[in-house]
């Protein structure tokens, strides 16, 4: 038994603060409760899945009393996103969703991953284990009271603004509902920052980017602001886009990992190491998807989610995100608050790429290589067709203290020797992506123009 001996009554105090927020989250105590949690909810989610059209012969084999033997879950079929593609989208509700509509409290909007854009219902008995997933990611800033937040996310049928939230406000959080810059213009929101003075900033990590470019245009240092902890999510964060974060605004970045088929399925502790998922809301497999095999811990395979508490309208089980990630049972940070978590870290495989002149050139390494030069301030890539060629063509905004054509000729030579593509370089005028980047809700960064 590990006995901890406090030297100072702040110490316990702090402790004993720490202990009652967690029940309060109802954070398991142990791995042992986890699998328990997981034992009794993975027959509900059978039993409820059953409900839909869609399942009707898929699941009929299943032995739901065995469920929790490994052999007899693995008979479950993956659920993929090309199935859900073959449902027509106006027979989705009546074939897919199992819910009656007065259960339904709100809808929730995919990211359009399926190819077109799905709504999936929430019911009423959905909802407390959607903002508590969310309310988690809360804990490790040490979030409370204290704190107010911006929240620019988008609002509206996007969950990821509102749920977030409502969940501050649950913990004692005053919110500004700002919104993503097309329903709060930028430049409005950075005045509000300057005159509300709120201690946390939640939003797309290309947006906090955006705002910071557009404040150090203005004259304005955000990193001087009263914000001193970024929750972000939705897009992929790389080092290097964290750090640029952290310099612009001087706050802490905190990322979270969800997926709109479940709620927010984890968050990060101080080390960083990935993302501690919450697997008493969210039973993972982490699978070779050509062997349906889990892979050992540390080696890629595909992330299979089944929802533990949110399906009762939606019947994901077993559902092959289409995420590349590891996973590893126990996170470099061995005594923080989610430590009872296992950790998955993304591959960031599952994005886009470039396809130039034979070439693959993955969006987010680009972007890590251009981020990495500090008189950069933004950038857009396209590729273009010039005289029956495949041009990629580079944007960029300088900072005005930088070099534009030292800066021009850096990254020709250094992105051909990374990516052997020799690059056409624009230098925009200071704003000119900002206005561009405005009206979208996440930023048009990456743009094939060639069709």
């Not at 979030?143 to 049928?157: C, H, M, N, R, Y």
Request: charged share 25%.
């Amino acid at each position: 038994m590990k006995v901890i001996i406090w030297h100072n009554l702040a110490g316990l105090e702090l402790w004993r603060n720490n202990l009652a927020y967690n029940n309060r989250m109802n954070i398991p105590s142990s791995r042992e409760e986890i699998l328990e949690i997981q034992r009794v909810q993975k027959k509900l989610a059978l039993q409820r899945a059953r409900k839909a059209k869609f399942h009707r012969g898929r699941l009929d084999h299943i032995n739901e009393d065995k469920i929790d033997h490994l052999d007899e879950w693995h008979k479950i079929p993956l659920l993929t996103k090309d199935e859900l593609r073959g449902i027509p989208p106006e027979r989705f509700f009546s074939d897919f969703c199992h819910a009656p509509h007065n259960e339904i409290a709100e809808l929730w909007r995919s990211g359009g991953s399926t190819g077109i854009p799905l709504f999936y219902p929430r019911t009423f008995e959905d909802l407390p284990y959607c903002i508590l997933s969310f309310a988690r990611n809360l804990i490790a800033p040490n979030l409370g009271e204290k704190d107010t937040a911006q929240v620019s996310f988008p609002l509206g049928i996007h969950p990821v603004g509102h749920v977030y939230a409502r969940a501050c406000q649950q913990e004692n959080i005053g919110v500004n509902w700002a919104g993503a810059g097309n329903s709060t213009p930028s430049s409005i929101q950075i005045d509000l920052i300057n005159r509300l003075q709120p201690s946390v900033w939640m939003g797309m990590s290309s947006y906090g980017i955006h705002l910071a470019n557009m404040a150090e245009d203005q004259g304005i240092d955000l990193a001087g602001s009263s914000v001193e902890t970024i929750i972000t999510s939705a897009e992929p964060m790389s080092d290097t886009k964290r750090n640029k974060i952290s310099r612009m605004w001087g706050a802490e970045v905190w990322d979270g990992f969800g997926m709109t088929e479940c709620g927010m399925m984890g968050g990060e502790s101080r080390a960083r190491d990935g993302f501690h998922i919450w697997t008493d809301l969210f039973h993972i497999e982490v699978l070779d998807l050509d062997t349906g095999l889990p892979v050992a811990e540390g080696e890629e395979g595909g992330l299979v989610v089944t929802p533990l508490f949110t399906n009762h309208a939606t019947p994901f089980i077993r559902w092959s995100s289409g995420d590349i990630v590891t996973y590893k049972e126990f996170g470099d940070d061995s005594d923080g608050p989610y430590s009872v978590f296992p950790v998955v870290k993304h591959a960031q495989r599952t994005v886009g790429f470039f396809k130039v002149r034979g070439v693959n050139i993955n969006h987010p390494e680009l972007e890590d290589f251009l981020f990495d030069y500090e008189d950069l301030v933004d950038f857009k890539a396209e590729v273009i067709s010039e005289n029956d060629l495949d041009v990629l063509r580079l944007s960029i905004e300088v900072l005005h203290s930088g070099d534009p054509n030292e800066l021009s000729k850096n990254i020709i030579i250094d992105t051909k020797n990374k990516f052997e593509i020799t690059p056409s370089v624009v230098i925009l005028k200071r704003g000119t992506l900002a206005t561009e980047f405005e009206s979208s809700v996440k930023a048009p960064r990456f743009v094939d123009r060639r069709n």
